[in-house]
């Protein structure tokens, strides 16, 4: 059975830093890759950042420079290093999985299918 859970969220100040973790267990499947999404209120649900098995990033535009993702692929957990965050950086942060059954069946862009519940990040000036 499959759970993702975050955490690390809350309520910083403009400038600051925040680091979310993101803890996986898949039962048996093969993790071909993790990410990160969020929502913002109004907004639809956008990806800002994944990570495949191998450790190949992506960043989408907005937080390139500033967020970081990493790995620890023994613990099967994936983090969000958040540093200079901004008002437009306050959203529900989900975490991602790209679960497959075999580890042939990776592509080499994730195909997310698996989601955590979120975790709420507020930044305030």
């Known amino acids: 059975q499959v759970h993702l859970v975050e955490s690390g969220g809350g309520s910083v100040q403009a400038g600051k830093s925040l680091k979310l973790s993101c803890a996986a267990s898949?039962?048996?499947?093969?993790?071909?890759?993790m990410g990160w999404y969020r929502q913002a209120p109004g907004k639809e649900r956008e990806i800002i950042s994944s990570i495949s098995f191998e450790g190949t990033e992506w960043y989408t535009d907005s937080v390139k420079g500033r967020f970081t993702i990493s790995q620890d692929t023994f613990k099967n957990e994936v983090y969000l290093q958040m540093n200079s965050l901004n008002i437009e950086d306050a959203a529900v942060y989900f975490c991602a999985a790209d679960l497959r059954a075999y580890w042939y069946l990776c592509d080499r862009d994730p195909a997310f299918n698996y989601w955590g519940q979120g975790t709420q990040v507020t930044v305030f000036s």
């Open positions: 898949m039962g048996k499947l093969e993790r071909c890759g």
